[in-house]
């Protein structure tokens, strides 16, 4: 069982670029949510999808967007990228409710806009 | 609303020695309390959570967790480090049953020979 994979595992963009971020897990979980790390500031909502068909927005959504056409793909887009994006990207999934249950994450995506 | 504090942002003990990692939390319900490690370039993966059973909680690797309502505080301990401990640790902390879970800033553990 591969559990989250995400892809790239690397990037470097350029500014005003297009990027996906892909996110795929085969625990069939209900719940997908997207994270970024920033140093000193801990991990923060970017947005999230309680089921297959719905999303919402987490902490900091701006400059991105998200969609869940089936249950196990989760792909986060920076539609023209800026700078202040560059940080470690975490996918992660859960059977139910974040607040209840256990989250499963991916590795990561580190992504540099320059 | 929920939020977490994590005092220390860097922890250094030796092999051998008591690992103790502070968390304080403020909620206006009773929170659901959670502990997740992250491991040199991996994702986070659970160590423990706190869902209003019992207040001491144990996890995997020996660590251990008391959830102590009169401080506001759920610190990670765990009674000898080994140096596969090396890690960051974030403490979190929801309102139950919601779709969201608000992270600390996280700790750094360093463990010296």
């Known amino acids: 069982i591969a559990g989250i994979t995400q892809a790239p595992t690397s990037q470097i963009l350029a500014a005003g670029r297009r990027m996906t971020l892909r996110c795929t897990q085969d625990?069939?979980?209900?719940?997908m949510y997207w994270y970024r790390q920033d140093l000193g500031l801990g991990l923060r909502l970017i947005h999230y999808?309680?089921?297959?068909?719905?999303?919402g927005k987490g902490e900091v959504p701006d400059g991105y967007s998200v969609s869940r056409a089936n249950t196990d793909d989760f792909p986060l887009t920076l539609a023209s990228a800026v700078p202040s994006q560059t940080s470690v990207y975490f996918c992660?999934?859960?059977?139910?409710?974040?607040?209840?249950?256990?989250?499963?994450f991916g590795p990561g995506t580190r992504l540099t806009v320059l | 609303a929920q939020s977490v504090t994590q005092l220390g942002s860097h922890v250094s003990v030796s092999e051998g020695a008591l690992v103790l990692l502070r968390c304080n939390y403020s909620s206006s319900v009773p929170p659901y309390l959670f502990w997740y490690v992250q491991y040199p370039n991996q994702g986070l993966q659970l160590l423990l959570k706190y869902t209003s059973a019992a207040t001491l909680v144990k996890g995997i690797n020996g660590f251990e967790a008391e959830f102590k309502k009169s401080e506001t505080s759920f610190h990670l301990t765990k009674p000898s480090a080994h140096m596969s401990d090396a890690a960051e640790y974030f403490c979190?902390?929801?309102?139950?049953?919601?779709?969201?879970?608000?992270f600390g800033t996280g700790t750094r553990l360093q463990v010296f020979p």
């Open positions: 979190a902390v929801s309102a139950g049953n919601t779709d969201k879970l608000i």
């Open positions: 625990m069939r979980h209900n719940a």
């Open positions: 999808s309680n089921t297959a068909g719905t999303t």
């Open positions: 992660a999934s859960s059977d139910g409710l974040a607040g209840v249950d256990t989250q499963y």
